[in-house]
């Protein structure tokens, strides 16, 4: 099993950066990728950044050039660093693992950006 802690979710102003983390622990082994998600007030839940443990990277639109996902080279950790940050980025932001058998998530840390 996988276990997964996100940390970092505050109060920033509009422009402003922080980096998210997510701790990984328990059978990481079995993790074949990582991701960030975020559901916005009232909204389901939508994915903000992907990657796989093969290489591969993803980002929603509205984060491209933005944001940045990176991870340990254990697969401790994936981490979201966020730069630039604008009212509509307020959400409770997911860490999510996946395995071949499974699909983890983490408990969410909220941000809230401030105009």
């Known amino acids: 099993q996988v276990q997964l802690v996100e940390s970092g979710g505050t109060l920033v102003q509009t ?3 922080l980096k998210l983390s997510c701790a ?3 059978s990481t082994f079995m993790i ?6 975020r559901q916005l007030p ?4 939508e ?7 093969g290489g591969n990277i993803n980002y929603a639109d509205s984060v491209k050039g933005r944001f940045t996902i990176s991870t340990d ?3 401790n950790a994936v981490y979201l660093q966020m ?3 604008q009212p509509e980025d307020t959400a409770v ?7 071949y058998t499974a699909l983890v998530w983490g408990q969410g840390t909220q941000v809230t950006v401030s105009s």
């Open 24 to 26: 990984a622990s328990g």
């Open 93 to 99: 932001y997911y860490c999510m693992a996946t395995t």
């Open 15 to 17: 422009g402003e950066s």
């Open 83 to 85: 730069t630039s940050l």
């Open 73 to 75: 080279d254990n697969n």
């Open 47 to 53: 994915s903000v950044a992907l990657f796989s443990t």
């Open 42 to 45: 009232g909204k389901e839940r």
């Open 32 to 37: 074949i990728a990582f991701g960030w998600y």
